[in-house]
């Protein structure tokens, strides 16, 4: 099997550390044009953050279905032309010690009920996750397509 980025490795790492040592994050949510804005004190971070999880490629059915275009500094795995597979293309710019200083994912997902397009931006400092989004649209076959933002920023206490 190709060994991928331990892309999934290095985010339970900082779930680990953010566990530990927890923090508030500044959350903004946009659903369909209605806003929303909380701090928020207490958060489950798995769930949180299960669509970036789920861009680990490390599966034998990612195997043979990406194409390598990484370069000194960024690591870019793109979804082979015929697959079907849900994440499209993972990019992370690493830092000069070779840890993640941006991360872009593109999931999509299509069947005759359903179709939806995720795309996560997650922004590091120092190693450390400081902000992270989803912008998304989901639509069932016959209603209107639903969109929606999550946004969260760690604050430091």
């Known amino acids: 099997m190709i060994q991928f980025y331990p892309w999934a490795n290095y985010l ?8 530990k040592h927890p923090s508030v994050v500044q959350k903004t949510i ?8 909380k701090q928020v004190k207490a958060i489950d971070w798995k769930q949180e953050w ?15 279905s990406y194409d390598n275009l990484s370069e000194d500094g960024l690591i870019y795995y ?3 032309s015929g697959e079907d597979l849900p994440v499209k293309k ?11 200083a941006k991360v872009e994912i593109l999931i999509e997902e299509k069947n005759f009920l359903f179709e939806s397009q995720k795309k996560l931006h997650m922004n590091f400092s ?3 996750v400081q902000t992270y989004s ?4 989901q639509q069932m076959r016959w209603m209107s397509p639903t ?8 604050l430091t206490k």
Do not use: Y
């Not at 339970?12 to 566990?19: C, E, F, R, T, V």
């Not at 989803?134 to 649209?137: A, R």
């Open 50 to 64: 299960s669509m970036f999880l789920r861009a680990d490629l490390n599966t034998p059915a990612a195997a043979s």
């Open 12 to 19: 339970n790492a900082q779930i680990d550390s953010l566990i």
């Open 78 to 80: 793109l979804l082979k």
């Open 147 to 154: 969109k929606f933002q999550l946004m969260g920023i760690l």
């Open 134 to 137: 989803i912008d998304g649209v």
């Open 30 to 37: 946009l659903l369909d044009g209605k806003k929303e804005q």
């Open 90 to 100: 993972l990019i992370i710019h690493l830092d000069g010690l070779e840890r993640p």
């Open 126 to 128: 120092g190693g450390k």
